[in-house]
């Protein structure tokens, strides 16, 4: 496995409807006038084979998908992109930015789909070996008004977005045991009012750690 190295490695995490791409540009754009060597990227999809195992992932008509195999899609995917891009661009000294990481497993597939977060974390030991992020922001919306901002933005729901409200209750109640367990890594952001408030937010999360890795 590829040694980490100086980087920093930032995540992006919550419901959808919390605005969380939006805010993954901005921050990039304030990253790079900052002096940053920035990497976008998503969870599932950020590498060529990671998108096509996005679209079976998210396929509607894909309604019989066993929940064991939505859960090793999720690490297969991320597997490719820790390997392919993540690991090296860390090794370089890089900023990378992921549009959703292993917490979203814990919340969606160990908090929604029940699998319980030990059978999440030794799936990433294989996938992503000891790799976590440096710091997280997750973006807090409840269940409700994430999914009709969804619906508005889309037009269309994707196979997760479709599932019961129950089960985006019981994904936004994991994320918040989250985040109570690790104040230090993950960050919690009112996502609810604008986008240009919720920027100052999140940059004023990153910068200091970005500001620390000039030093190391
Ligand atoms: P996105 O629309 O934010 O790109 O994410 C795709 C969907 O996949 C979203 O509904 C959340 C879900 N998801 C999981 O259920 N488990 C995961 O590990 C990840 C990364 C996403």
Request: charged share 25%; proline share 3%.
């Amino acid at each position: 496995m590829i040694d980490r190295g100086h980087g920093l490695f930032v995540t992006l995490e919550g419901a959808d409807g919390g605005g969380k791409t939006t805010q993954l540009r901005r921050l990039a754009t304030r990253l790079r006038a900052a002096g940053a060597d920035v990497l976008e990227t998503v969870e599932p999809g950020g590498t060529p084979i990671g998108r096509k195992i996005r679209e079976i992932l998210l396929d509607k008509s894909n309604a019989e998908m066993d929940r064991h195999t939505e859960l090793l899609l999720y690490f297969a995917a991320r597997a490719q992109n820790v390997h392919e891009w993540i690991l090296p661009h860390l090794a370089r000294g890089g900023v990378v930015l992921c549009d959703r990481f292993t917490d979203s497993t814990l919340a969606y597939q160990g908090g929604g789909r029940g699998f319980g977060e030990e059978t999440v974390l030794a799936l990433h030991r294989i996938a992503c070996g000891t790799l976590q992020p440096d710091v997280t922001v997750y973006l807090d919306i409840d269940a409700e008004t994430g999914l009709n901002r969804a619906r508005t933005g889309r037009g269309n729901l994707d196979r997760m977005d479709a599932q019961s409200l129950e089960f985006h209750r019981s994904v936004r109640a994991a994320y918040l045991r989250l985040a109570e367990a690790e104040p230090e890594r993950i960050v919690t952001i009112d996502a609810s009012p604008g986008a240009n408030e919720v920027e100052l937010a999140v940059w004023a999360a990153v910068a200091p750690r970005w500001e620390r890795t000039l030093v190391r």
